[in-house]
């Protein structure tokens, strides 16, 4: 295994990358590894990375190797283990005149983006290169990217950590347990409002989700809508999108990829669905993952689900198949 590995960052001068990006060389995220950065802005605000490389310069990190910044994604993409795309137009801005607001903008003005850094990640990224969409709406812009690649050895993944993470919070506050005893904590579907954070088959403190939480009325009236909603909560309270949650998710995704998930666990992600679950072909969708000894990911496929967590999960698949069917015109 290589002692290095390569990391290509967009949107590299955004709040989500200013808490990201030094904690990638902090020796955690990559272990041993050297890691070398390779920053991407659009130019009308590239130059302002060569203030963050200082800072990185002047932090001390022995792990940290070559550092460099671009306005050139094509030129950044070659040889790249990892790609974070998290540069893209978000909610809560106003852009054109317009606050951007529902997914229907976001596909129209990020869509584009997508195809172009699929190509060249396809033509020039490792072979076995990994892809997290950070920018939303990250599956359906997974899914534009991962179908320019055209290269199914590399790992398309869109982010559904931070859901996880979040759903791990509230139901440690309910059940007064430690956010680090919640395992297993899987979101099925979409980034989206219409995700399914699923409660039944947590694990809490050594019991099953239904056994400990035992109120499917909290679940339906408390815990989906807080989970579902907290991206939006959080615009609304402090005037932008997350940023250091996100951030925290991005680098927990690359730690579940990097490290064999341990027994009985399982870490989410958005991935091409090859049908497992009852979802159609293709459709990047959130998952329960394992990462094996060899360093492949896979889909857990022994988890059952209710009628309940059916007939939600079911909303969501509606959703990303809509969603694909708005962007045909960017797929071949």
């Known amino acids: 295994m290589s002692s290095r590995v390569k990391v290509v960052v967009t949107g590299a001068a955004g709040q989500i990358a200013y808490s990201l990006i030094p904690r990638l060389v902090d020796g955690k995220t990559f272990g041993n590894k050297i890691v070398d ?3 991407v802005e659009i130019p009308q605000v590239v130059s302002k990375l060569e203030g963050l490389v200082m800072e990185l310069e002047d932090s001390y990190f022995p792990h940290m190797g070559e550092v460099t910044y671009t306005d050139n994604f094509d030129e950044a993409s070659h040889d790249a283990d990892w790609f974070l795309l998290v540069g893209s137009i978000p909610r809560g801005i106003v852009y054109e005149g317009k606050k951007i607001e529902e997914r229907s903008d976001l596909l129209k003005i ?8 699929g190509k060249a990640i396809g033509e020039n990224g490792k072979d076995n290169a990994k892809i997290l969409v950070v920018g939303n709406p990250a599956n359906t812009n997974a899914l534009i990217g991962k179908n320019a690649a055209g290269k199914d050895s ?7 950590m931070l859901d996880a993470s979040r759903a791990k919070s509230v139901i440690s506050k309910k059940t007064n347990t430690n956010v680090s005893k919640v395992k297993n904590m899987i979101i099925w579907g979409n980034h989206s409002p219409t995700m399914y954070p699923d409660v039944e088959n947590a694990v809490i403190n050594g019991k099953s989700g239904t056994e400990a939480i035992n109120d499917m009325t909290w679940v339906e009236n408390a815990f989906l809508p807080t989970v579902q909603q907290r991206g939006k909560s959080v615009i609304d309270a402090r005037g932008a999108s997350s940023a250091t949650s996100a951030a925290k998710a991005a680098l927990d ?35 329960p993952l394992m ?14 689900l209710s009628d309940f967590a059916k007939e939600r999960f079911q909303l969501s698949i509606d959703e990303l198949s809509s969603e694909r069917e708005a962007v045909k015109h960017l797929m071949k």
Do not use: H
């Open 291 to 304: 990462t094996l000894e060899d360093g492949s990911v896979e889909i857990k496929r022994d988890i059952s």
């Open 37 to 39: 950065l390779c920053l």
């Open 253 to 287: 995704t690359i730690i579940a990829c990097e490290n064999t998930t341990e027994a009985g666990d399982c870490f989410s992600a958005a991935i091409a669905s090859d049908g497992s679950y009852g979802v159609p072909e293709g459709l990047i969708c959130g998952y």
């Open 154 to 160: 590399q790992l398309w993944m869109a982010m559904t």
């Open 110 to 117: 990020n869509g584009g983006i997508f195809v172009n850094q």
